[in-house]
């Protein structure tokens, strides 16, 4: 079984985790063309201007994770947020696969939101190139950009009003 430990910076199996932090001018530095990762489509910061998306990106660290890496693990409490650059991720709840993720899939979001259990695990298929961010960067972009708050709030009403119109249709 794959312990959880902390991904940054700690490696694994020996091979260390690359971190670096990502520029904010050029955020997906180690994604161009078609895979670069646009901010504006993950639905959490689906409505922030273009200078806030540039908050958000100065706030991801670049970090390079091992195959078979367990980046998140289900009922643990969650401290990270992370978009998947390049690369792949097998989700599993109650030890069952439910889904495939890559490039410009993310994961975590919640737990920064709420700070509860991880509702799923996420090990690493290949290695993989994903941005990252903290409990602590999240809650200085809050503190640094209230506006960005608001934003998400927004966006998590209009998730929650998705969620309860399908459960009653």
Known sequence: MVAAAPLLPAGSGGRPVRHERVDPVYPCAMATGPNATD?????LFSSCTGA?????????????????????????IGQEFFIIVDGSAKVT???KKVATLGAGS??????????????ASVVSLTDMDVLVMS?????????SVPTI???????LA????????????
């Open 39 to 43: 901010l504006k489509a993950i639905w």
């Open 52 to 76: 806030e998306l540039r908050k958000i990106r100065a706030s991801l660290d670049a970090v390079s994770v091992p195959a078979g890496k367990l980046l998140v693990e289900e009922g643990r």
């Open 93 to 95: 709840r109650n030890g």
């Open 106 to 119: 993310h994961f975590g979001e919640l737990a920064l939101l709420d700070r509860r259990p991880r509702s």
């Open 135 to 143: 409990q602590r960067q999240f809650n200085g972009l809050l503190e």
């Open 149 to 155: 708050a608001r934003k998400m709030l927004s966006a």
């Open 158 to 169: 209009t998730r929650l009003r998705e969620a309860d119109a399908r459960a009653f249709d």
